[in-house]
Structures are given as structure tokens and as C-alpha cells.
Nanobody, 123 residues
Framework: QVQLVESGGGLVQPGGSLRLSCVAS????????IGWVRQAPGKEREGVSC????????YYADSVKGRFTISRDNANNTVYLQMNSLKPEDTAVYYC????????????????WGQGTQVTVSS
């Protein structure tokens, strides 16, 4: 049983920054990726970023490259998403998730989900 708990969302002005955290508990396969998926009303689900639990390799959606940075603290079972230069189109509910890396490409199902945290970018 896996539990994922997100935090750090909120309201920020365009160009601002937020840092999301995800604390994971339970068993997660070593080859799984862990990271963030976002969902905005009227838009398709988007795999934002993930980091491999074994190798530490990262994935970023084209829409966030150069602005978002994912990191992990394996000792504390925590994953962070530093979001800089935020844009209104980044507004969404952000979910921590686990699953095969290809799930972030839209090519597979995620295994676990958190409850989500709202990120709103507005002036």
C-alpha cells in the first residue's frame, strides 16, 4: 500500500515560484518513477516531471523544461518540485504519482496517486 501526500500549492503571481513536496510511504518498486502530474479543467492530463527512484534520471514535459526542477531525498522519502517562472497556463491541480517512466509520456497507467494540491498562477 502506497500513500502519497502533496503539499506546497497555493496562489502565486505570474513569474513567481512555488515548491511542491510529496512524502511517500509504503512500498514502491525501485524501477518506478515518482513525480508530478497535473490536471486542469478542460485540458488533458499532463505528466509534468518525474525522477527515477533507482538511477535518479529525470523527465520534464516540454512545457516546463528550464523552469521546473525535480529532486528527491531518498532518506526521507520525499520528492520536491521547484517551480520557477510560473505562467497562468501552469494553473492546475498537481498530483504526486508513481509508475513506470513511460506513464509520464502518456503511454501507460500510473500506479499510485496523491490527493492533489492546487496551484493557481494569476495576477
Amino acid at each position: 500500500q502506497v500513500q502519497l501526500v502533496e503539499s506546497g500549492g497555493g496562489l502565486v503571481q505570474p513569474g513567481g515560484s512555488l515548491r511542491l513536496s510529496c512524502v511517500a510511504s509504503g512500498f514502491i518498486l525501485d524501477y518506478y518513477c515518482i513525480g508530478w502530474v497535473r490536471q486542469a479543467p478542460g485540458k488533458e492530463r499532463e505528466g509534468v516531471s518525474c525522477i527515477s527512484r533507482s538511477a535518479g534520471s529525470t523527465y520534464y514535459a516540454d512545457s516546463v523544461k528550464g523552469r521546473f526542477t525535480i529532486s528527491r531525498d531518498n532518506a526521507n522519502n520525499t520528492v520536491y518540485l521547484q517551480m520557477n517562472s510560473l505562467k497562468p497556463e501552469d494553473t492546475a491541480v498537481y498530483y504526486c504519482a508513481t509508475g513506470p517512466r513511460h506513464s509520464w509520456y502518456g503511454l501507460g497507467d500510473f500506479s499510485s496517486w496523491g490527493q492533489g494540491t492546487q496551484v493557481t498562477v494569476s495576477s
